[in-house]
Antibody
Framework: EVQLVESGGGLVKPGGSLRLSCAAS????????MSWVRQAPGKGLEWVGR??????????DYAAPVKGRFTISRDDSKNTLYLQMNSLKTEDTAVYYC????????????WGQGTLVTVSS | QPVLTQSSSASASLGSSVKLTCTLS???????IAWHQQQPGKAPRYLMK???????NKGSGVPDRFSGSSSGADRYLTISNLQSEDEADYYC?????????FGGGTKLTVL
């Protein structure tokens, strides 16, 4: 059974940093392209960024609002995805989800339960 | 970069059917999308992958009441025999080579 478990959320002051983790199990993590998605209170889903598998280059892509401030990384030995968030702004307040798609037939999508990040003074 | 447009709200009666629409922006009408459901207070749940041809693949455990279809740049999610637990927000998602994109979501009310 695929499981994605986020952790690391909390309260941080504007300008501060936080690192989120997503522990993955039930699939071959090293082959997976992994994404982060966030949801501000009362708002819709917003794609944050993605990291490809090392086999596919291990490169990262980011949405414009977080580019240059957020960094996605992975530790395949620990089956864990990370989101390093620096220079946090109040508008980064959101629940952060990790997301994985298995495109082999039949395709399946998976979401974690989310972790809340609150940026406030 | 593709843009996905969804109506902000929809409503239908218990036991009836409803068809939600997600429209791809110009130049992106062939894109594959995914539909997700988010019930109040819960994490999103993957419903299906939907291609421009109308072919769709549902996620594990998704009831038969849920189906997908396509017409041009429009991608549809049809829910038949509406149940109270179908009251939720529904999001479409797509990707290009560099980015992922979500539609604004449709809030479905079951009357």
């Amino acid at each position: 059974e695929v499981q994605l478990v986020e952790s690391g959320g909390g309260l941080v002051k504007p300008g501060g940093s936080l690192r989120l983790s997503c522990a993955a199990s039930g699939f071959t993590f090293s082959n997976a392209w992994m994404s982060w998605v966030r949801q501000a209170p009362g708002k819709g889903l917003e794609w944050v960024g993605r990291i490809k598998s090392k086999t596919d280059g291990g490169t990262t892509d980011y949405a414009a609002p977080v580019k240059g401030r957020f960094t996605i990384s992975r530790d395949d030995s620990k089956n864990t995805l990370y989101l390093q968030m620096n220079s946090l702004k109040t508008e980064d307040t959101a629940v952060y989800y990790c997301q994985y798609f298995d495109w082999l037939l039949p395709p399946q999508g998976y979401w974690g339960q989310g972790t809340l990040v609150t940026v406030s003074s | 970069q593709p843009v996905l447009t969804q109506s902000s709200s929809a409503s239908a009666s218990l036991g009836s059917s409803v068809k939600l629409t997600c429209t791809l922006s110009s130049g992106h009408s062939s894109y594959i999308i995914a539909w997700h459901q988010q019930q109040p207070g819960k994490a999103p749940r993957y419903l299906m992958k939907l291609e421009g041809s109308g072919s769709y693949n549902k996620g594990s455990g998704v009831p038969d009441r849920f189906s997908g279809s396509s017409s041009g740049a429009d991608r549809y999610l049809t829910i038949s025999n509406l149940q109270s637990e179908d009251e939720a927000d529904y999001y479409c998602e797509t990707w290009d080579s560099k980015l992922g994109v979500f539609g604004g979501g449709t809030k479905l009310t079951v009357l």
